[in-house]
């Protein structure tokens, strides 16, 4: 059933980004909604799960939007494992943590793509773009994780107590189970 929420939360993630903030958005400035959701999913699920769902999201989206296939996987994986680091962290509840993740993980992304423009030859002002589109997105992504996470956290909470669980006893009995 987890799998199942995790696939519909993909879809809408990449309807998001491509259809509804493509047309819906703040002086061509808008949220990375499959930031948001693999910034949510690697603090529930851990740094494996978080890095390989961002590694896949990216690759998707890198094959259908964009010229450079591997720039937005790694921001994506980054992201995954950045939220990882608060897995299973007492703290890791608290809804501020995936949107910083998600803000954190937006820029690194940005820069990364900014980097690659630079260097095929495109001329702009690095902190001209951090100041009026880098920044501004992150923010409106860690807007959109907060939503995101509450909703991941909803949708998944009994299938994450049970694996909790699951593990707890594992480790009590030596690891075998």
């Known amino acids: ?10 879809a809408a993630g ?3 980004d491509s259809v509804f903030f493509a047309r819906v958005n703040i002086s061509g400035i808008r949220p990375d909604a499959i930031m948001a959701l693999t910034a949510s999913l690697g603090v529930l699920l851990g740094m494996k799960k978080g890095a390989l769902f961002g590694l896949i999201m ?15 996987a790694m921001g994506y994986m980054f992201a995954g494992l950045l939220g990882g680091a ?10 501020i943590i995936p ?3 998600a803000a954190v993980g937006a820029i690194f992304k940005e820069c990364v793509m900014a980097a690659a423009c630079a260097a095929g030859g495109a001329k702009f002002g ?3 773009v951090l100041g009026t589109y880098i920044l501004p997105c992150a923010l409106l992504s860690a807007a959109v ?19 909790h669980a699951y593990e ?9 189970k």
Do not use: W
């Open 126 to 128: 690095f902190f001209t």
């Open 99 to 101: 949107a910083l993740v």
């Open 145 to 163: 994780c907060m939503l995101t996470h509450a909703l991941m956290r909803r949708a998944l909470a009994g299938q994450l107590k049970v694996e």
């Open 58 to 72: 990216g690759l998707v989206a890198d094959v259908l939007y964009s010229p450079m296939v591997g720039l937005s």
């Open 14 to 16: 990449l309807y998001l």
């Open 86 to 95: 608060f897995y299973q962290k007492y703290y890791a509840d608290n809804i």
């Open 1 to 10: 059933m987890r799998r199942l929420y995790i696939v519909i939360a993909a």
């Open 168 to 176: 707890r006893d594992s480790h009590a009995q030596g690891g075998v």
